[in-house]
């Protein structure tokens, strides 16, 4: 007998004070691109973000920005990455989705307001955002 995967709708929640963190940091950075990793919890689907690290030995330029994965501490409540593309662009890239990170990638386009801010799975797809 074959047993039928059940999918799993994924959501993402972000707290508006990471939102904030993010929006400023990515300004700060401007025109360089950032990497943040989001900490948080997920269950049954949703994604829920309240937290950021700066990741150690982090590099950053205009057109790119990256972790070391071998350097990043073992923690449970990692969910993802997120990134700023300075050029405007919302969507992920090759080299992103080739270094995907976790349950869920942000990206922050330029102009970093709070209309800026997308998700995106491993395979590429969107996933619903919203602000708490």
């Not at 401007?30 to 950021?52: R, T, Y």
């Not at 080299?95 to 990638?105: A, I, Q, R």
């Amino acid at each position: 007998m074959l047993f039928k995967k059940k999918k799993i709708e994924r959501k993402v929640v972000l707290q508006k004070e990471v939102l904030d963190s993010i929006l400023s940091y990515c300004q700060m950075k401007h025109p360089e691109e950032i990497v943040l990793i989001l900490k948080g919890k997920s269950k049954n689907g949703e994604i829920n973000v309240d937290g950021l690290v700066i990741p150690p030995f982090n590099y950053t330029g205009d057109t790119f920005a990256g972790i070391p994965n071998s350097f990043l501490p073992l923690d449970m409540s990692y969910v993802g990455i997120v990134h700023s593309h300075p050029n405007g662009a919302a969507e992920p890239s090759v080299t992103d989705l080739n270094n995907f990170f976790g349950l869920v990638s942000l990206i922050v386009k330029s102009p970093y307001d709070d209309e800026s801010v997308f998700a995106w799975d491993s395979g590429g797809n969107t996933i619903p955002l919203s602000i708490k």
